[in-house]
């Protein structure tokens, strides 16, 4: 298995190097953009096809049970048996507060206004935009446009 990790490894690297040459190529040498557009392309879909491999060697879920023992043998652990242990009041204060369920929970104080009500007030009522000639547009017939004097 380290075999086939080192190999897809080092393969993925030598595709990194790939990509950033075409792209360098493409940049520095603009009189054969057809090849280093095509190796770009290629360069990214040889990407597409080993980025599943990598995903799967370094996927924590596919590591050995035995590899997972090593790495807990290798923690240290220390406990010193001297240490005094903590009184129950003590724990009990620093436990948090139990949340309250819902009919123990107080209700909202419904006495002020929400500030949507209280912003609302200063808009008029879309009733109150109702069209009312103005005393100077009663005399002006109704062919005259807007701007007319």
Do not use: C, K
Not at 5 to 25: D, K, M, N
Not at 42 to 60: G, K, N
């Amino acid at each position: 298995m380290q075999t086939a990790r080192r190999l897809i490894v080092a393969l993925s690297y030598s595709i990194v190097v790939w990509v950033f040459a075409s792209v360098a190529g493409a940049l520095l040498d603009p009189a054969h953009a057809a090849f280093w557009s095509a190796s770009l392309m290629w360069s990214f879909l040889s990407t597409l096809l080993v980025a599943p491999a990598l995903v799967m060697i370094y996927d924590a879920s596919t590591h050995t049970d035995q590899q997972r023992r090593t790495a807990a043998a290798q923690a240290p652990v220390s406990i010193p048996d001297d240490a005094p242990t903590p009184p129950r009041e003590a724990d009990a204060a620093s436990r948090p507060a139990p949340t309250p369920s819902p009919a123990q929970r107080p209700t909202p104080n419904t006495s002020h206004r929400s500030f949507v009500e209280d912003a609302s007030a200063a808009y008029p009522v879309p009733e109150e935009f109702e069209a009312r000639p103005a005393a100077e547009d009663e005399n002006r017939p109704e062919w005259a446009g807007a701007y007319a004097v």
